[in-house]
Protein backbone atom coordinates (compact mmCIF):
# COMPACT_ATOMS: atom_id res chain seq x y z
CA UNK A 1 0.00 0.00 0.00
CA UNK A 2 1.35 3.61 -1.28
CA UNK A 3 0.89 6.34 0.62
CA UNK A 4 1.85 10.26 0.05
CA UNK A 5 0.45 13.09 1.73
CA UNK A 6 0.73 16.73 2.94
CA UNK A 7 1.55 17.02 6.64
CA UNK A 8 0.32 14.57 9.25
CA UNK A 9 -3.07 16.15 10.85
CA UNK A 10 -4.68 15.24 13.60
CA UNK A 11 -8.26 14.94 13.77
CA UNK A 12 -10.09 17.19 11.68
CA UNK A 13 -12.77 19.91 12.79
CA UNK A 14 -12.80 20.10 16.53
CA UNK A 15 -8.55 20.38 16.87
CA UNK A 16 -6.57 23.04 16.08
CA UNK A 17 -4.40 22.40 12.51
CA UNK A 18 -1.19 23.38 11.41
CA UNK A 19 -1.57 26.74 10.22
CA UNK A 20 -0.12 28.01 6.86
CA UNK A 21 1.94 31.31 7.41
CA UNK A 22 3.43 33.55 5.13
CA UNK A 23 6.46 35.42 4.78
CA UNK A 24 6.95 39.37 6.01
CA UNK A 25 5.36 40.64 2.77
CA UNK A 26 3.60 38.28 1.03
CA UNK A 27 0.38 38.56 -0.46
CA UNK A 28 -3.04 36.65 0.98
CA UNK A 29 -6.55 37.36 0.00
CA UNK A 30 -8.84 37.59 3.59
CA UNK A 31 -12.25 36.81 3.53
CA UNK A 32 -14.88 36.86 5.79
CA UNK A 33 -18.44 35.56 5.90
CA UNK A 34 -21.37 36.14 8.12
CA UNK A 35 -25.55 36.23 8.11
CA UNK A 36 -27.91 38.49 9.82
CA UNK A 37 -31.22 36.86 8.50
CA UNK A 38 -31.23 33.61 7.55
CA UNK A 39 -34.10 32.86 6.25
CA UNK A 40 -33.82 35.41 3.84
CA UNK A 41 -31.28 33.25 2.37
CA UNK A 42 -28.70 36.01 2.27
CA UNK A 43 -24.61 35.69 3.15
CA UNK A 44 -22.44 38.43 3.41
CA UNK A 45 -19.10 38.66 2.12
CA UNK A 46 -16.11 40.42 2.21
CA UNK A 47 -13.01 40.10 0.25
CA UNK A 48 -9.69 41.86 1.13
CA UNK A 49 -6.49 42.23 -0.60
CA UNK A 50 -3.42 44.47 -1.20
CA UNK A 51 -3.30 45.95 -4.69
CA UNK A 52 -0.87 48.22 -6.83
CA UNK A 53 -1.45 49.60 -10.18
CA UNK A 54 -4.88 52.01 -10.36
CA UNK A 55 -7.42 49.35 -10.80
CA UNK A 56 -8.13 45.39 -9.90
CA UNK A 57 -10.92 43.32 -11.41
CA UNK A 58 -12.73 40.81 -8.95
CA UNK A 59 -14.70 37.81 -10.51
CA UNK A 60 -17.24 35.41 -9.53
CA UNK A 61 -16.53 31.56 -11.31
CA UNK A 62 -19.11 31.04 -13.88
CA UNK A 63 -18.44 27.05 -13.19
CA UNK A 64 -17.45 24.87 -11.12
CA UNK A 65 -15.13 21.75 -11.13
CA UNK A 66 -17.32 17.97 -11.21
CA UNK A 67 -19.90 20.01 -13.30
CA UNK A 68 -18.96 20.76 -16.60
CA UNK A 69 -21.91 23.32 -17.79
CA UNK A 70 -21.32 27.27 -17.63
CA UNK A 71 -23.45 28.00 -14.19
CA UNK A 72 -22.84 31.80 -14.08
CA UNK A 73 -22.66 32.10 -10.45
CA UNK A 74 -22.64 35.78 -10.54
CA UNK A 75 -26.51 36.27 -10.83
CA UNK A 76 -26.71 35.47 -6.93
CA UNK A 77 -24.41 38.38 -6.59
CA UNK A 78 -26.82 41.76 -5.03
CA UNK A 79 -25.22 44.71 -3.40
CA UNK A 80 -21.85 44.99 -4.76
CA UNK A 81 -19.73 47.84 -3.06
CA UNK A 82 -15.33 48.53 -2.76
CA UNK A 83 -13.63 50.88 -0.32
CA UNK A 84 -10.25 51.21 0.49
CA UNK A 85 -8.40 50.30 3.81
CA UNK A 86 -10.19 53.64 5.59
CA UNK A 87 -13.63 53.00 4.39
CA UNK A 88 -14.13 56.02 1.50
CA UNK A 89 -16.02 54.24 -1.65
CA UNK A 90 -14.12 53.55 -4.81
CA UNK A 91 -15.23 53.68 -8.36
CA UNK A 92 -15.80 50.61 -9.43
CA UNK A 93 -17.99 48.95 -12.61
CA UNK A 94 -19.43 45.73 -14.09
CA UNK A 95 -17.55 44.32 -17.22
CA UNK A 96 -18.51 41.44 -18.37
CA UNK A 97 -21.39 39.16 -16.81
CA UNK A 98 -19.08 37.67 -13.80
CA UNK A 99 -16.44 40.53 -13.03
CA UNK A 100 -16.06 43.77 -11.43
CA UNK A 101 -13.08 46.23 -12.24
CA UNK A 102 -12.02 48.70 -9.24
CA UNK A 103 -10.35 51.91 -9.11
CA UNK A 104 -8.07 52.69 -6.39
CA UNK A 105 -5.17 54.85 -7.69
CA UNK A 106 -3.02 55.84 -4.57
CA UNK A 107 -4.39 53.06 -3.06
CA UNK A 108 -2.33 49.74 -1.55
CA UNK A 109 -4.78 47.47 -0.13
CA UNK A 110 -8.82 47.76 -0.42
CA UNK A 111 -12.05 45.72 0.41
CA UNK A 112 -15.11 44.61 -1.53
CA UNK A 113 -18.29 43.41 -0.13
CA UNK A 114 -21.47 41.92 -1.45
CA UNK A 115 -24.53 39.65 -0.52
CA UNK A 116 -25.14 36.37 -2.13
CA UNK A 117 -28.15 34.47 -2.51
CA UNK A 118 -27.83 31.31 -1.16
CA UNK A 119 -31.02 28.94 -1.69
CA UNK A 120 -30.13 26.15 -3.62
CA UNK A 121 -29.14 22.97 -1.77
CA UNK A 122 -27.24 20.48 -3.47
CA UNK A 123 -24.21 18.78 -3.51
CA UNK A 124 -22.38 21.90 -5.73
CA UNK A 125 -24.33 25.35 -4.83
CA UNK A 126 -24.75 27.40 -1.67
CA UNK A 127 -27.71 27.44 1.18
CA UNK A 128 -28.72 29.27 3.90
CA UNK A 129 -31.51 29.06 6.28
CA UNK A 130 -32.35 28.85 10.21
CA UNK A 131 -30.52 25.72 10.48
CA UNK A 132 -27.66 25.62 8.16
CA UNK A 133 -25.29 27.37 6.71
CA UNK A 134 -24.08 25.41 3.49
CA UNK A 135 -21.35 27.16 1.42
CA UNK A 136 -19.67 25.61 -1.81
CA UNK A 137 -17.25 28.75 -1.90
CA UNK A 138 -16.67 28.14 -6.00
CA UNK A 139 -20.19 29.78 -6.15
CA UNK A 140 -20.08 32.61 -4.07
CA UNK A 141 -16.27 33.78 -3.23
CA UNK A 142 -15.01 36.13 -5.95
CA UNK A 143 -11.10 35.94 -6.90
CA UNK A 144 -8.86 38.09 -8.50
CA UNK A 145 -7.95 37.01 -11.98
CA UNK A 146 -4.18 36.40 -12.37
CA UNK A 147 -3.86 35.75 -8.33
CA UNK A 148 -5.17 32.50 -7.75
CA UNK A 149 -2.32 30.74 -6.50
CA UNK A 150 -1.88 33.25 -3.18
CA UNK A 151 -2.33 32.06 0.01
CA UNK A 152 -6.43 32.40 1.41
CA UNK A 153 -7.95 32.92 4.49
CA UNK A 154 -11.36 32.77 5.37
CA UNK A 155 -12.86 34.61 8.95
CA UNK A 156 -16.91 32.70 9.82
CA UNK A 157 -18.91 34.62 11.82
CA UNK A 158 -21.44 32.45 13.29
CA UNK A 159 -23.77 31.78 16.18
CA UNK A 160 -22.26 30.51 19.19
CA UNK A 161 -23.32 27.46 18.89
CA UNK A 162 -23.03 26.74 15.96
CA UNK A 163 -20.28 24.16 14.83
CA UNK A 164 -18.06 23.88 11.55
CA UNK A 165 -17.53 20.86 9.56
CA UNK A 166 -14.83 20.85 6.54
CA UNK A 167 -12.06 19.36 4.72
CA UNK A 168 -10.10 22.72 4.86
CA UNK A 169 -7.47 23.68 7.10
CA UNK A 170 -8.81 25.42 10.52
CA UNK A 171 -7.26 27.66 13.02
CA UNK A 172 -10.34 27.95 15.27
CA UNK A 173 -13.18 29.63 13.09
CA UNK A 174 -11.00 30.72 10.71
CA UNK A 175 -10.05 28.52 7.64
CA UNK A 176 -6.41 28.25 5.83
CA UNK A 177 -5.93 27.42 1.86
CA UNK A 178 -2.46 27.24 0.47
CA UNK A 179 -4.30 29.45 -2.83
CA UNK A 180 -7.83 29.81 -4.21
CA UNK A 181 -8.01 25.87 -6.24
CA UNK A 182 -7.50 24.56 -2.78
CA UNK A 183 -9.95 27.18 -0.97
CA UNK A 184 -12.85 26.40 -3.88
CA UNK A 185 -12.10 22.80 -3.55
CA UNK A 186 -13.47 22.37 0.19
CA UNK A 187 -17.15 22.68 0.72
CA UNK A 188 -18.17 24.29 4.58
CA UNK A 189 -20.83 22.82 6.91
CA UNK A 190 -21.99 25.44 9.66
CA UNK A 191 -24.71 24.03 11.44
CA UNK A 192 -25.98 23.25 15.74
CA UNK A 193 -26.72 19.91 14.81
CA UNK A 194 -24.78 17.79 12.64
CA UNK A 195 -24.13 14.52 13.30
CA UNK A 196 -20.04 13.81 13.47
CA UNK A 197 -19.00 10.04 13.16
CA UNK A 198 -15.52 8.63 11.80
CA UNK A 199 -13.50 5.75 11.30
CA UNK A 200 -9.79 5.36 10.30
CA UNK A 201 -8.09 3.36 7.67
CA UNK A 202 -4.38 2.70 7.14
CA UNK A 203 -3.92 5.56 9.75
CA UNK A 204 -6.10 7.90 7.67
CA UNK A 205 -9.39 9.75 9.84
CA UNK A 206 -12.02 9.71 7.56
CA UNK A 207 -14.99 12.14 9.22
CA UNK A 208 -18.53 11.74 8.78
CA UNK A 209 -21.00 14.88 9.22
CA UNK A 210 -24.71 14.25 8.67
CA UNK A 211 -27.22 16.95 8.38
CA UNK A 212 -30.88 16.05 8.03
CA UNK A 213 -32.91 14.29 10.10
CA UNK A 214 -33.65 10.29 10.15
CA UNK A 215 -33.46 7.06 11.76
CA UNK A 216 -30.48 4.42 11.23
CA UNK A 217 -27.81 2.05 12.39
CA UNK A 218 -25.18 4.49 12.36
CA UNK A 219 -22.52 2.11 13.26
CA UNK A 220 -23.82 -0.47 10.75
CA UNK A 221 -23.46 2.27 7.92
CA UNK A 222 -19.91 3.64 9.41
CA UNK A 223 -18.68 0.44 9.21
CA UNK A 224 -20.24 -0.53 5.39
CA UNK A 225 -18.06 3.07 4.11
CA UNK A 226 -15.37 1.80 5.78
CA UNK A 227 -15.65 -1.52 3.69
CA UNK A 228 -15.99 0.71 0.76
CA UNK A 229 -12.66 2.78 1.95
CA UNK A 230 -10.98 -0.31 2.29
CA UNK A 231 -11.41 -2.07 -1.09
CA UNK A 232 -10.91 0.88 -3.06
CA UNK A 233 -7.43 1.72 -1.55
CA UNK A 234 -6.62 -2.35 -2.14
CA UNK A 235 -7.87 -1.53 -5.79
CA UNK A 236 -5.44 1.43 -6.34
CA UNK A 237 -3.34 -0.37 -4.09
CA UNK A 238 -2.65 3.51 -2.42
CA UNK A 239 -4.20 6.18 -0.08
CA UNK A 240 -3.55 9.40 -0.86
CA UNK A 241 -4.66 11.54 1.92
CA UNK A 242 -4.24 12.90 5.07
CA UNK A 243 -7.43 13.28 6.31
CA UNK A 244 -11.26 12.91 4.68
CA UNK A 245 -14.72 13.90 4.96
CA UNK A 246 -17.81 12.73 3.47
CA UNK A 247 -20.63 15.46 4.15
CA UNK A 248 -23.89 14.13 3.65
CA UNK A 249 -27.12 15.92 3.77
CA UNK A 250 -30.28 13.57 3.81
CA UNK A 251 -33.69 14.62 3.15
CA UNK A 252 -37.04 13.99 3.33
CA UNK A 253 -37.91 14.41 -0.11
CA UNK A 254 -36.34 12.45 -3.61
CA UNK A 255 -33.34 14.21 -4.78
CA UNK A 256 -30.00 12.60 -5.71
CA UNK A 257 -26.85 14.42 -5.91
CA UNK A 258 -23.33 14.04 -5.16
CA UNK A 259 -19.86 16.27 -5.85
CA UNK A 260 -16.25 15.71 -5.63
CA UNK A 261 -13.19 16.74 -3.72
CA UNK A 262 -9.72 16.51 -3.45
CA UNK A 263 -10.66 16.07 0.39
CA UNK A 264 -13.93 15.78 0.89
CA UNK A 265 -17.48 15.05 -0.99
CA UNK A 266 -20.44 16.29 -0.36
CA UNK A 267 -23.92 13.86 -1.05
CA UNK A 268 -26.99 15.10 -0.84
CA UNK A 269 -29.85 12.38 -1.63
CA UNK A 270 -33.52 11.83 -0.47
CA UNK A 271 -36.01 10.42 0.53
CA UNK A 272 -33.60 8.86 3.62
CA UNK A 273 -34.94 5.81 5.21
CA UNK A 274 -32.60 3.64 6.06
CA UNK A 275 -34.80 0.63 6.16
CA UNK A 276 -35.79 1.25 2.35
CA UNK A 277 -33.29 -0.66 0.68
CA UNK A 278 -33.16 1.03 -2.74
CA UNK A 279 -32.60 4.30 -0.39
CA UNK A 280 -29.50 2.17 1.18
CA UNK A 281 -27.72 0.83 -1.98
CA UNK A 282 -27.74 4.24 -3.86
CA UNK A 283 -26.05 5.62 -0.25
CA UNK A 284 -23.69 3.55 -0.77
CA UNK A 285 -23.29 3.48 -4.49
CA UNK A 286 -22.75 7.34 -4.56
CA UNK A 287 -20.84 6.89 -1.49
CA UNK A 288 -18.73 5.06 -3.70
CA UNK A 289 -18.39 6.89 -7.01
CA UNK A 290 -17.30 10.12 -4.85
CA UNK A 291 -14.70 8.73 -2.84
CA UNK A 292 -13.16 6.97 -5.92
CA UNK A 293 -13.11 10.41 -7.14
CA UNK A 294 -10.10 11.19 -4.65
CA UNK A 295 -7.76 9.10 -7.21
CA UNK A 296 -9.44 9.58 -10.58
CA UNK A 297 -9.83 13.39 -11.41
CA UNK A 298 -8.84 14.96 -8.13
CA UNK A 299 -5.12 13.63 -8.54
CA UNK A 300 -5.53 11.42 -11.58
CA UNK A 301 -6.32 14.68 -13.66
CA UNK A 302 -6.63 15.76 -16.90
CA UNK A 303 -3.95 18.29 -17.72
CA UNK A 304 -6.62 21.14 -19.20
CA UNK A 305 -7.65 21.28 -15.46
CA UNK A 306 -4.37 21.21 -12.93
CA UNK A 307 -5.07 24.59 -12.46
CA UNK A 308 -8.73 25.35 -14.45
CA UNK A 309 -10.11 28.74 -15.48
CA UNK A 310 -13.45 29.30 -13.65
CA UNK A 311 -14.63 32.28 -16.23
CA UNK A 312 -14.79 30.29 -19.45
CA UNK A 313 -15.33 26.46 -20.51
CA UNK A 314 -12.03 24.22 -19.93
CA UNK A 315 -12.08 21.66 -22.37
CA UNK A 316 -11.03 18.30 -22.34
CA UNK A 317 -11.79 15.10 -23.99
CA UNK A 318 -11.40 12.95 -21.16
CA UNK A 319 -14.59 12.81 -19.19
CA UNK A 320 -15.68 9.50 -19.92
CA UNK A 321 -12.52 8.58 -18.29
CA UNK A 322 -13.00 10.69 -14.95
CA UNK A 323 -16.91 10.14 -14.44
CA UNK A 324 -17.64 7.26 -16.55
CA UNK A 325 -14.34 5.02 -15.30
CA UNK A 326 -15.22 6.25 -11.80
CA UNK A 327 -18.87 4.63 -12.38
CA UNK A 328 -17.46 1.46 -13.35
CA UNK A 329 -15.50 1.34 -10.45
CA UNK A 330 -17.59 2.56 -7.48
CA UNK A 331 -20.07 -0.57 -8.61
CA UNK A 332 -16.31 -2.54 -8.68
CA UNK A 333 -15.63 -1.41 -4.87
CA UNK A 334 -18.94 -2.40 -3.36
CA UNK A 335 -18.78 -6.49 -4.96
CA UNK A 336 -15.35 -6.12 -3.49
CA UNK A 337 -16.25 -4.79 -0.18
CA UNK A 338 -19.30 -7.73 0.03
CA UNK A 339 -21.74 -5.05 -0.24
CA UNK A 340 -23.08 -5.83 -4.10
CA UNK A 341 -24.35 -9.81 -4.42
CA UNK A 342 -22.16 -11.16 -7.37
CA UNK A 343 -26.09 -11.56 -8.87
CA UNK A 344 -26.73 -8.00 -8.28
CA UNK A 345 -23.49 -6.89 -9.83
CA UNK A 346 -24.18 -9.07 -13.33
CA UNK A 347 -27.63 -7.71 -13.07
CA UNK A 348 -26.16 -4.24 -13.04
CA UNK A 349 -23.62 -4.77 -15.48
CA UNK A 350 -26.19 -6.63 -17.90
CA UNK A 351 -29.00 -3.14 -17.25
CA UNK A 352 -25.79 -1.24 -17.72
CA UNK A 353 -25.38 -2.81 -21.32
CA UNK A 354 -29.04 -2.41 -22.52
CA UNK A 355 -29.12 1.13 -21.62
CA UNK A 356 -26.04 1.18 -24.26
CA UNK A 357 -27.16 -0.91 -26.92
CA UNK A 358 -30.43 0.22 -27.01
CA UNK A 359 -29.44 4.03 -27.66
CA UNK A 360 -29.25 5.55 -30.52
CA UNK A 361 -26.87 7.54 -29.74
CA UNK A 362 -24.25 5.30 -29.29
CA UNK A 363 -23.88 5.40 -33.38
CA UNK A 364 -23.16 8.95 -33.29
CA UNK A 365 -21.08 10.10 -30.34
CA UNK A 366 -17.88 8.88 -29.14
CA UNK A 367 -16.66 8.84 -25.85
CA UNK A 368 -14.04 11.71 -26.08
CA UNK A 369 -16.68 13.86 -28.79
CA UNK A 370 -19.58 13.05 -25.60
CA UNK A 371 -16.62 14.33 -22.92
CA UNK A 372 -15.61 17.99 -25.08
CA UNK A 373 -19.46 18.53 -25.73
CA UNK A 374 -20.67 18.22 -21.87
CA UNK A 375 -20.53 22.32 -21.80
CA UNK A 376 -23.19 22.47 -24.27
CA UNK A 377 -24.78 19.26 -24.60
CA UNK A 378 -25.34 17.45 -21.11
CA UNK A 379 -28.39 19.31 -20.09
CA UNK A 380 -30.87 17.69 -22.73
CA UNK A 381 -29.49 20.26 -25.07
CA UNK A 382 -28.78 18.00 -27.58
CA UNK A 383 -31.04 17.07 -30.52
CA UNK A 384 -32.72 13.88 -30.17
CA UNK A 385 -31.14 10.21 -29.86
CA UNK A 386 -27.78 12.39 -30.70
CA UNK A 387 -25.84 12.39 -26.70
CA UNK A 388 -25.11 9.49 -24.58
CA UNK A 389 -24.00 11.06 -21.54
CA UNK A 390 -19.76 10.18 -20.61
CA UNK A 391 -20.55 8.64 -17.40
CA UNK A 392 -22.49 6.00 -19.26
CA UNK A 393 -20.04 5.46 -22.12
CA UNK A 394 -17.11 5.70 -19.71
CA UNK A 395 -19.32 3.14 -17.40
CA UNK A 396 -19.21 0.39 -20.65
CA UNK A 397 -15.65 1.37 -22.02
CA UNK A 398 -14.81 0.14 -18.58
CA UNK A 399 -16.35 -3.26 -18.61
CA UNK A 400 -15.12 -3.61 -21.72
CA UNK A 401 -11.49 -2.41 -21.04
CA UNK A 402 -11.25 -4.62 -17.77
CA UNK A 403 -12.80 -7.77 -19.29
CA UNK A 404 -9.92 -7.03 -22.66
CA UNK A 405 -6.58 -6.76 -20.16
CA UNK A 406 -7.84 -10.01 -18.29
CA UNK A 407 -8.31 -11.74 -21.40
CA UNK A 408 -4.76 -10.75 -23.08
CA UNK A 409 -3.20 -10.88 -19.75
CA UNK A 410 -5.11 -14.40 -18.72
CA UNK A 411 -5.60 -12.98 -15.90
CA UNK A 412 -3.08 -10.86 -14.32
CA UNK A 413 -3.63 -7.32 -15.22
CA UNK A 414 -7.01 -5.66 -15.79
CA UNK A 415 -8.62 -2.15 -15.49
CA UNK A 416 -7.43 -1.44 -11.76
CA UNK A 417 -4.17 -1.67 -12.25
CA UNK A 418 -4.24 0.46 -15.09
CA UNK A 419 -5.36 3.03 -12.99
CA UNK A 420 -2.38 2.07 -10.68
CA UNK A 421 -0.30 3.01 -13.61
CA UNK A 422 -1.82 6.42 -13.98
CA UNK A 423 -1.47 7.26 -10.61
CA UNK A 424 2.12 6.12 -10.46
CA UNK A 425 3.15 7.79 -13.18
CA UNK A 426 1.11 11.23 -13.25
CA UNK A 427 -0.76 11.95 -9.99
CA UNK A 428 2.30 11.40 -7.61
CA UNK A 429 4.15 13.52 -9.95
CA UNK A 430 1.48 16.16 -10.09
CA UNK A 431 1.14 15.82 -14.01
CA UNK A 432 -1.62 16.32 -15.74
CA UNK A 433 -2.61 13.35 -17.98
CA UNK A 434 -2.99 13.69 -21.59
CA UNK A 435 -5.35 12.53 -23.55
CA UNK A 436 -4.31 8.83 -24.87
CA UNK A 437 -3.50 8.24 -20.81
CA UNK A 438 -5.55 5.28 -20.43
CA UNK A 439 -4.00 3.51 -23.53
CA UNK A 440 -0.52 3.90 -22.83
CA UNK A 441 -1.06 2.59 -19.10
CA UNK A 442 -2.93 -0.46 -20.73
CA UNK A 443 -0.27 -1.26 -22.84
CA UNK A 444 2.51 -0.29 -20.18
CA UNK A 445 1.14 -3.09 -17.64
CA UNK A 446 -0.33 -6.05 -20.62
CA UNK A 447 2.79 -5.60 -22.87
CA UNK A 448 -0.10 -5.67 -25.95
CA UNK A 449 -1.14 -2.76 -28.38
CA UNK A 450 -4.44 -1.11 -27.46
CA UNK A 451 -4.58 1.24 -30.50
CA UNK A 452 -7.26 -0.47 -32.65
CA UNK A 453 -9.41 -1.13 -29.36
CA UNK A 454 -9.18 2.71 -28.80
CA UNK A 455 -9.86 3.87 -32.64
CA UNK A 456 -12.89 1.77 -32.47
CA UNK A 457 -14.30 2.86 -29.37
CA UNK A 458 -13.07 5.79 -27.42
CA UNK A 459 -12.46 7.58 -30.44
CA UNK A 460 -14.32 6.21 -32.48
CA UNK A 461 -18.53 4.80 -32.17
CA UNK A 462 -17.64 1.12 -33.27
CA UNK A 463 -20.16 -1.41 -31.28
CA UNK A 464 -18.19 -3.05 -28.70
CA UNK A 465 -18.86 -6.97 -29.06
CA UNK A 466 -19.96 -8.00 -25.18
CA UNK A 467 -21.20 -11.33 -25.79
CA UNK A 468 -17.19 -11.92 -27.01
CA UNK A 469 -15.74 -10.33 -24.04
CA UNK A 470 -17.97 -11.88 -21.65
CA UNK A 471 -18.03 -15.72 -23.23
CA UNK A 472 -14.09 -15.58 -22.52
CA UNK A 473 -14.62 -14.88 -18.90
CA UNK A 474 -17.34 -17.55 -18.78
CA UNK A 475 -20.50 -15.86 -18.92
CA UNK A 476 -23.34 -15.53 -21.43
CA UNK A 477 -25.01 -12.16 -22.42
CA UNK A 478 -28.29 -13.28 -23.49
CA UNK A 479 -31.98 -11.36 -24.08
CA UNK A 480 -33.84 -11.15 -21.46
CA UNK A 481 -37.61 -12.29 -21.39
CA UNK A 482 -39.76 -9.40 -21.68
CA UNK A 483 -42.56 -8.74 -19.05
CA UNK A 484 -45.44 -10.59 -19.05
CA UNK A 485 -47.75 -8.93 -20.74
CA UNK A 486 -45.85 -6.79 -22.90
CA UNK A 487 -46.68 -6.13 -26.72
CA UNK A 488 -44.69 -8.63 -29.22
CA UNK A 489 -45.16 -5.34 -31.66
CA UNK A 490 -43.36 -2.79 -31.54
CA UNK A 491 -44.11 1.31 -32.84
CA UNK A 492 -40.53 2.62 -31.48
CA UNK A 493 -42.44 5.24 -29.62
CA UNK A 494 -41.93 6.47 -25.85
CA UNK A 495 -44.68 8.16 -24.10
CA UNK A 496 -44.62 10.89 -21.59
CA UNK A 497 -48.01 12.41 -19.44
CA UNK A 498 -51.16 10.70 -18.75
CA UNK A 499 -54.49 9.63 -19.35
CA UNK A 500 -55.75 13.17 -19.32
CA UNK A 501 -52.55 14.19 -22.31
CA UNK A 502 -50.34 12.11 -23.80
CA UNK A 503 -47.26 13.41 -25.83
CA UNK A 504 -44.89 11.76 -27.78
CA UNK A 505 -41.54 12.07 -25.61
CA UNK A 506 -38.87 10.14 -28.46
CA UNK A 507 -39.13 8.30 -31.34
CA UNK A 508 -36.23 5.71 -32.14
CA UNK A 509 -34.58 6.49 -35.76
CA UNK A 510 -35.85 4.19 -38.45
CA UNK A 511 -38.46 2.67 -36.37
CA UNK A 512 -42.23 2.21 -37.96
CA UNK A 513 -43.70 5.16 -36.02
CA UNK A 514 -40.26 7.46 -37.80
CA UNK A 515 -40.79 5.88 -40.90
CA UNK A 516 -44.64 6.88 -41.08
CA UNK A 517 -43.77 10.46 -39.79
CA UNK A 518 -44.64 10.77 -36.30
CA UNK A 519 -42.97 13.38 -34.66
CA UNK A 520 -41.99 14.19 -30.56
CA UNK A 521 -44.40 16.19 -28.84
CA UNK A 522 -47.36 15.23 -30.81
CA UNK A 523 -50.85 14.45 -28.47
CA UNK A 524 -51.49 11.47 -28.98
CA UNK A 525 -55.27 10.96 -28.95
CA UNK A 526 -56.69 7.23 -30.54
CA UNK A 527 -54.99 4.07 -32.00
CA UNK A 528 -57.25 2.83 -35.21
CA UNK A 529 -60.62 4.88 -34.06
CA UNK A 530 -60.06 3.75 -29.77
CA UNK A 531 -58.94 6.42 -27.49
CA UNK A 532 -55.13 5.86 -25.91
CA UNK A 533 -52.78 7.14 -23.42
CA UNK A 534 -49.60 6.33 -21.79
CA UNK A 535 -51.60 4.13 -19.29
CA UNK A 536 -53.03 1.86 -21.74
CA UNK A 537 -50.67 1.89 -24.89
CA UNK A 538 -49.39 -1.39 -24.47
CA UNK A 539 -52.74 -3.04 -23.96
CA UNK A 540 -54.15 -1.91 -27.25
CA UNK A 541 -50.77 -3.15 -29.00
CA UNK A 542 -51.31 -6.48 -27.60
CA UNK A 543 -54.26 -6.91 -30.45
CA UNK A 544 -51.85 -6.44 -32.57
CA UNK A 545 -49.64 -8.95 -34.76
CA UNK A 546 -46.14 -8.49 -36.67
CA UNK A 547 -47.29 -7.06 -40.26
CA UNK A 548 -50.38 -5.51 -38.92
CA UNK A 549 -50.80 -1.78 -39.91
CA UNK A 550 -52.70 0.31 -37.63
CA UNK A 551 -53.72 4.37 -37.59
CA UNK A 552 -52.26 6.78 -35.05
CA UNK A 553 -54.63 9.80 -34.26
CA UNK A 554 -52.44 13.00 -33.06
CA UNK A 555 -52.67 16.38 -33.00
CA UNK A 556 -49.88 18.34 -33.94
CA UNK A 557 -49.67 22.42 -34.22
CA UNK A 558 -53.55 22.11 -33.52
CA UNK A 559 -54.46 20.34 -36.18
CA UNK A 560 -56.00 16.21 -35.84
CA UNK A 561 -53.27 14.15 -37.99
CA UNK A 562 -53.49 10.43 -39.35
CA UNK A 563 -50.61 8.67 -39.84
CA UNK A 564 -50.52 4.37 -41.08
CA UNK A 565 -47.94 2.61 -39.17
CA UNK A 566 -46.98 -0.66 -39.98
CA UNK A 567 -46.21 -2.73 -36.65
CA UNK A 568 -43.08 -5.03 -36.57
CA UNK A 569 -40.95 -7.41 -34.48
CA UNK A 570 -40.43 -6.29 -30.84
CA UNK A 571 -36.65 -6.12 -30.68
CA UNK A 572 -34.83 -7.07 -28.00
CA UNK A 573 -35.08 -4.56 -25.69
CA UNK A 574 -33.03 -5.91 -22.45
CA UNK A 575 -30.61 -8.37 -21.76
CA UNK A 576 -29.20 -10.40 -18.45
CA UNK A 577 -25.51 -11.55 -17.67
CA UNK A 578 -25.70 -15.74 -16.72
CA UNK A 579 -22.65 -17.85 -15.61
CA UNK A 580 -21.83 -20.71 -17.86
CA UNK A 581 -22.38 -24.12 -16.44
CA UNK A 582 -18.96 -25.47 -17.52
CA UNK A 583 -16.67 -23.02 -18.35
CA UNK A 584 -13.17 -23.74 -19.39
CA UNK A 585 -10.28 -23.43 -17.19
CA UNK A 586 -9.16 -20.25 -18.51
CA UNK A 587 -12.86 -19.23 -18.37
CA UNK A 588 -13.37 -20.15 -15.09
CA UNK A 589 -9.92 -17.97 -13.81
CA UNK A 590 -10.58 -14.82 -15.64
CA UNK A 591 -14.68 -14.77 -13.93
CA UNK A 592 -13.23 -15.54 -10.64
CA UNK A 593 -10.61 -12.46 -10.99
CA UNK A 594 -13.37 -10.28 -12.88
CA UNK A 595 -16.34 -11.09 -9.70
CA UNK A 596 -13.42 -11.11 -7.04
CA UNK A 597 -14.41 -15.00 -6.30
CA UNK A 598 -11.63 -17.85 -5.31
Not at 62 to 72: C, D, H, K
Request: charged content about 25%.
Amino acid sequence: MHFYRHLPLPPLFFCLLSIITTSAGQAQIDYTLNWTHPSSHYVHITVSARVAGDSTDFRIPAWRPGRYVLQNYARNVVGFRAEDAQGTPLVFRKTDKSSWRVWHPGRDSLRVSYSYYANELDGGSSYLDDSECYINPITSFAYIPGRELEPVRLRISKPASWRIATALQRDGDELISENYHEFVDGPILISPDFLLLGFDVQGVRHEIAIQGEFQADTSAFVDDLKKIVIAQTELMDDIPLDRYLFMFHLLQRPFGHGVEHKFSTSIVLGPADFLDKRFYRRLLSVSSHEYFHIWNVERIRPAALMLPDYSRENYTTLMWLHEGITSYFSSRALLKAGLLSREKYLENRAAAISRYLRSPARKIISPMESSFESWIKSQGQAPPNTYMSFYSLGDIIGTALDLELLQRTKGRKGLAEAMQWLNETYARKNLGIPDDALQRACEAISGRDFSAFFQAHVQGVDEIDFARLLEQAGLALIAKEPAPGTPEVWLGLSLRGDEKQTRIANITPNSPAYTAGLARGDILIALDGWRVHRENYHRILRRYKTGDRVTLTVIRNDRLREFSITCAERPVMAFKIVPMQEPEKEQQKLRNRWLFEK
